[in-house]
């Protein structure tokens, strides 16, 4: 009389509030409630009160319960074979609101976003500096063009100028362009400077030391100083020595050699002129300035940007280690003792030894189950798909593996990452359960919003809800998954309703709000205890 | 034979969990599985109707935890917590509700639970170390606050001597008797002690002391 079956003596009576079978259908109100409007409409009037939120009677509450979800057997039997008034051919309708309370299997609150939602890595450095010279050529383009226009406007020989400003503005924007293109560019510095330097030097033998030049060899200093920092001064600083040159060059032109004539107006002239050169080194320095601060802001960015990648692969990785921990980890646990067991039971219990043998092997094949399950949703969900077309693809999926059309109204709607991972979780198993138990024709699958909720509902046209005797066969059957779905359900703070009939189908709605309360198991919890 | 079973009452969510603990104890030949339960709730329900002789009781289950109800069910049966959180909240809150044993799976080892169960079964306790250390830490923090909280009175040897004996519930008779002391001088003394206890009377002296 060692009960192996471990509900002996488990009278529905025993477990108050923990189960009660479905009432007697006096009258059930439609003939194919599940394929009507929704589960609950599909439950007869005298029992609604169980399925609202605060019923005064207990609700049929089930844990992760092998005991729990067997006891309904016998009393759905014992009910169904009850005559019901008028309506002998009414099926049995089995209804079980799940939900939770006081079960910290879960951490409150959501989850970091995921890597994927997370917006492109931050710009490498090259592209920051590339996009500075880009400036500082358009710059350059629009001063020379300004340039030539009042050379054309002022000199007697505008020629010179504008084919300079041609050449300068030419180059330029070609060096734009090539930048804009390759920002890889700006990692070989030297030759471009060179380059730029020769285009300068083409100018200065064109057109003279007149204004474009300036422009130029002023942007040249300023482009060094954007490519390379502080490093480029001596380019500055022979920049300026050729701008002193230059200004000798033109002052003696402006005062014949000997000659006092132009007195105090060449002197002020002649200031003025001095005062030019340096502006080659003010604006390397200004551009290896704003170089650095492009650069620091850009490693601002890449750090934080590599904190909150750090955080979210974290929380992710967490709820990786409670799903593994709650399904594979535990399943294998339980193997390792039965395992352990086995070779012992040959010798003092041989009696024992096949039904040991059967438990290791249920178990290795619910851990691998589960474990393909894991990495089943893992594959699933990049979190960048909206949360419908996930949902299509899942069914699509599941619809070319078994061969059974799915219908349904799929709405575009968005919920909080974790909500969104137990509703796909919840999908996954309603629609394994129905291929594997339901010998249904076709499926519905529903994603809608409704008062503050997200429904989520999976109906077949199948043999639904038999529960199997054997506690044991649970857990392979598809109950075990159902109180799963309902902790699944309650984990984001919704509730999981199942409505099933004897040969009439299943319908498995999950509710959750868009976004998990900041504490998940609360509001579960609220219409127990009002009940 | 089946005069020394042990009546065992399993409660874990798992139901893999459950077939591997009741296989290792079945197989001992020494304890009966009287019933399974996979909540909390269920748990109590099924204690309360088979009165095992050993609970064998997980934490994180739906429905109701396992040390939401652990004090109801021990008080009707041994139990024992076997769990795979072995947190020092965890393990203190079910010492405290009155566990006769902790296990975690972390740290068990099959030969350990049968152990284990039997130890409890006759009326010893069973922590595993992990649980072990957490009540040897949790009794020294105990014991050293206490002995901070008595060395910032600044009694001296004697006056702390002369508070225990208040504290075991002597007269002052008693206690002139036992230090060899007279009367007079056990007032003066419990003058003092009142004075840098800070209190008026003998049972507020007792109060802070202990408290």
Known sequence: ?????????????????????????????????????????????????????????????????????????????????RPAPARTTVPALTTAIFHREGCSRS?????????????????????????????????????????????????????????????????????????????????????????????????????????????????????????????????WAGLTAVGYVLTALIL???????????????????????????????????????????LRQLALAAAAMAAIERSAIAGERGRMARELHDSVAQTLRGLSFAAVALPASLVRRPELAGELAGTVARAAQTAADE????????????????????????????????????????????????????????????????????????????????????????????????????????AGSGHYGLIGMAERAARVGGTLHVTSRASGGTAVVARVPPAAPATAATPAAQPTRAG | MNAAVVRVVLVDDNPMVRAGVRALLEVDGRFEIVAEASDGAAGLAAVRTHRPDVTLLDHRMPVAEGLAVLSRISELSRTILLTSDGSEDVVA??????????????????????????AVAEGRAWLSPGAASVAVRSLRSRAEAQAQRRIRFGLTPRERELVELVVSGATNAQIAAHLVVSEKTVKNHLNHIYAKLGVTTRTQAVARWTG
Request: proline residues 8%.
């Open chain 1, 1 to 81: 009389m060692r009960g192996r079956r471990p509900g002996r003596g488990a009278v529905p009576a025993e477990v108050p509030g923990a189960v009660s079978g479905a009432g007697p259908v006096v009258g059930a109100p439609d003939g194919d409630g599940c394929w009507g409007p929704g589960p609950t409409a599909s439950v007869p009037s005298g029992r609604a009160s169980e399925l609202s939120p605060g019923a005064r009677r207990p609700t049929i509450r089930a844990g992760r319960a092998a005991t729990t979800a067997r006891k309904a057997t016998p009393t759905t039997t014992h009910r169904a074979r």
């Open chain 1, 107 to 235: 951490p409150a609150g959501p989850y970091p976003a995921r890597v994927t939602d997370l917006p492109a890595a931050a710009p490498a450095p090259a592209d920051g500096i590339a996009a500075l010279c880009r400036f500082l050529l358009l710059a350059r383009t629009a001063l020379v063009v300004t340039t030539a226009a009042a050379a054309v406007l002022i000199t007697a020989d505008p020629w010179p100028t504008v084919a300079a400003a041609a050449l300068a503005a030419g180059w330029s924007v070609a060096g734009g362009v090539a930048l804009a293109r390759r920002p890889g560019l700006t990692g070989h510095p030297v030759p471009l400077l060179a380059a730029d330097l020769a285009v300068a030097a083409g100018i200065l033998a064109i057109a003279g030391a007149g204004p474009v030049f300036l422009a130029v060899s002023c942007t040249s200093a300023a482009l060094s100083g954007a490519a390379c920092g502080v490093r480029s001064a001596p380019v």
């Open chain 1, 252 to 294: 003696r032109s402006l005062t014949p050699a000997g000659s006092g004539a132009g007195g105090a107006g060449g002197g002020t002239v002649a200031v003025h002129l001095t005062a030019v050169p340096p502006l080659h080194v003010l604006a390397g320095l200004g551009a290896s300035a704003a170089r650095s601060a492009v």
């Open chain 1, 371 to 474: 474990a393909r399950d894991l990495l089943d949703t893992l594959r699933a969900d990049d979190g960048g798909t909206p949360l419908a077309d996930v949902v299509r693809q899942a069914c699509a999926a599941w619809s070319d593996r078994t061969g059974l059309p799915v219908q349904g109204d799929l709405h575009p709607l968005e919920v909080a990452v974790d909500v969104r991972h137990e509703l796909l979780r919840i999908l996954r198993e309603a629609l394994n359960n129905v291929e594997r138990h339901a010998r249904a024709s076709a499926v519905r699958v529903d994603l809608q919003a409704g008062r503050g909720a997200v429904h989520l509902s999976v109906r077949d046209d199948g043999v639904g809800f038999a529960v199997p005797d054997d506690a044991r066969a649970l």
């Open chain 2, 93 to 118: 809150r079910a010492l405290a509700d009155g566990a006769s044993g902790f296990l975690t799976y972390g740290e068990l080892r099959p030969d350990e639970l049968v152990a284990a169960v039997t």
